[in-house]
């Protein structure tokens, strides 16, 4: 089955500064990579996903790029503010009728 | 629009007694919807897809008796903890797919504390 690893597992930057997070995945067929932001005693919130007839997605300060290549994907945050702090999780799907699969999550820490 | 209610937020609960959580997509219809279980500092684990008007299925080492799923509507999945203990303390958190577009949005989550 599909294998989704996320890195880093925890990722502290000052405020103002970008973050990344890259996830890989294992099964070339996936075809939709959402990303979902968590913050503390609540559920996951989709924050903007990408298809693979794309190759990146932008939605103001967020971002993602998909290279279906090499199977990695990321996220990219610019100009990081406090409350950007979540938990992140990066997921994949084959088709319309799976489930998704998720990385491990990545601890984003913003400094003030 | 894409809101997903999930009640109750948080339950405790004695050792033996059941406990019923509800999941509604509020504004979309969800032929789909997921269970999910959370513990600390770690990622979804996938308890069960439940498909509106037919069983749930379960994924491995899930007991369906212990977790009864149900998905009357296109817009309520229930999950029902039977006999719970305190080993079943845990955050759960439904998810429903939104049929088209197919992305998929989550609940807030329910702390389940059995004591």
């Known amino acids: 089955g599909e294998n989704v690893e996320q890195h880093p597992s925890t990722l502290s930057v000052q405020e103002g500064d970008s973050a990344v997070i890259k996830c890989t995945y294992s099964?070339?067929?996936?075809?939709?990579f959402p990303w979902y932001k968590q913050e503390l005693g609540k559920g996951p919130q989709l924050i903007i996903d990408i298809r693979s007839n794309v190759g990146e997605k932008k939605d103001q300060r967020i971002a993602v790029t998909l290279n279906k290549t090499a199977k990695h994907f990321s996220l990219h945050i610019t100009e990081t503010q406090p409350e950007d702090s979540a938990v992140y999780f990066c997921?994949?799907?084959?088709?319309?009728?799976?489930?998704?699969?998720f990385g491990g999550g990545t601890r984003l820490m913003v400094k003030p | 629009g894409a809101v997903v209610s999930q009640h109750p937020s948080r339950v405790i609960c004695k050792s033996g007694t059941s406990v019923k959580i509800e999941c509604r997509s509020l504004?979309?219809?969800?032929?789909?919807m997921f269970w999910y279980r959370q513990f600390p500092k770690q990622s979804l684990m996938l308890m069960a897809t439940s498909n509106e008007g037919s069983k749930a299925t379960y994924e491995q080492g899930v007991e369906k008796d212990k977790f009864l799923i149900n998905h009357a509507s296109l817009t309520l999945s229930t999950l029902t903890v039977t006999s719970a203990h305190p080993e079943d303390s845990s955050f759960y958190i439904c998810?429903?797919?939104?049929?088209?577009?197919?992305?998929?949005?989550f609940g807030p989550g329910t702390r389940l504390t059995v004591l």
């Open positions: 997921a994949s799907r084959k088709n319309a009728g799976n489930m998704l699969t």
């Open positions: 099964d070339s067929a996936s075809n939709y």
């Open positions: 504004d979309f219809q969800a032929t789909t």
């Open positions: 998810s429903a797919r939104r049929d088209g577009p197919n992305e998929q949005f």
